[in-house]
C-alpha cells in the first residue's frame, strides 16, 4: 500500500545530475554556498537621471517681478499651449490674493484675468465686501487656457507647485481660490470639500487663511449658487483690515 517503499532516490539524483551536465550546466552558480530559501532582498530603487534642463525648469524665481516674468517663458509648462498668455495682476504686497483655474476666452482681449462677463460679475463681488481689482492680486494656475479649459493630468502636478509658489510669493492675509482647479491646487481637496471654512496656508513670510468658492462663470451659469457664494466671500472679508 502508498508509495513504492524501494524508491531509488541515489540513482534518481545521480541520473538528474546526468540530465544537468548533458545540458551543459557542470559548475554551480555562485563561489560560496547560498541560502535559496532565504526571502530576495529589496530591491535599491535606481537614481532617476535628471537632465540639466529639467533642473532648470524645476527652479522657481524666489522676487515676485521676476517670477513673473519667468512665468511667462518658455519654462513652464504652458509653454506649448495654444493662445495668449495672461500673466497675473495686482499689487505685489496685497493684502487679499483671488486665484482662479485659467484664463477665459474673453480674456485675451483685454489682457487681463477675469474680463467679459464672468469679469462684471466679480468686480461687483468683490464691492461687496468693500474691495476693487486695484487692491486684489489675481492669478491663475493656468497662464494659458488649456484644452476645454480643463488642466491636463500630466502637467497638473507642476502647475499646483507653481501656483503654491506664487501664493508664497505674495504671502497675502487672505487668499479666495475660485473653482475646483484652485481648490485642487492650493487645498488639495475638490472645491465641495474644502467651501465654508478658513484653510492655514503655509506661506513663505507667514501663514494665508484660504476660503474656497465658486467661479463667476459657474454662478452665471447656476444663479442658485450665489447665495452660498455670499456667504463665502463674507467668510473671505471676515477678520481682514478695513
Not at 552558480?29 to 532582498?41: E, G, I, K, S
Not at 473653482?179 to 475638490?190: D, F, H, Q, W, Y
Request: aromatic share 6%; glycine share 8%.
Amino acid at each position: 500500500m502508498g508509495a513504492d517503499q524501494h524508491f531509488d532516490w541515489h540513482g534518481a539524483a545521480a541520473s538528474a545530475l546526468d540530465w544537468w551536465a548533458d545540458a551543459g550546466v557542470d559548475i554551480l552558480v555562485d563561489d560560496t554556498p547560498r541560502d535559496w530559501l532565504a526571502p530576495p532582498p529589496a530591491a535599491v530603487p535606481k537614481r532617476a537621471l535628471v537632465e540639466p534642463a529639467a533642473v532648470a525648469a524645476a527652479a522657481m524665481p524666489d522676487d515676485l517681478a521676476t517670477f513673473l516674468a519667468w512665468r511667462g517663458g518658455d519654462a513652464v509648462p504652458e509653454a506649448a499651449w495654444r493662445g495668449a498668455t495672461i500673466l497675473a495682476s495686482g499689487p505685489a504686497d496685497a493684502t487679499a490674493m483671488v486665484l482662479l483655474d485659467c484664463p477665459d476666452r474673453d480674456d485675451a482681449d483685454e489682457g487681463r484675468l477675469l474680463a467679459g462677463a464672468s469679469g462684471r460679475l466679480f468686480d461687483r463681488m468683490l464691492a461687496a465686501i468693500g474691495l476693487s481689482r486695484d487692491e486684489v492680486h489675481i492669478a491663475a494656475v493656468c497662464v494659458r487656457r488649456p484644452v476645454a479649459g480643463r488642466l491636463p493630468r500630466e502637467a497638473e502636478e507642476r502647475l499646483h507647485d507653481i501656483a503654491r509658489h506664487h501664493v508664497g510669493l505674495v504671502a497675502p492675509k487672505r487668499l479666495l481660490v475660485m473653482g475646483n482647479a484652485a481648490s485642487r491646487a492650493i487645498l488639495g481637496a475638490e472645491l465641495m470639500a474644502t467651501r465654508g471654512s478658513l484653510h492655514p496656508f503655509a506661506a513663505k513670510n507667514g501663514s494665508v487663511e484660504v476660503v474656497a468658492s465658486f467661479h463667476p462663470r459657474f454662478l452665471i451659469e447656476k444663479p442658485v449658487a450665489k447665495a452660498e457664494a455670499w456667504r463665502d466671500l463674507q467668510l473671505f472679508k471676515g477678520g481682514m483690515p478695513a
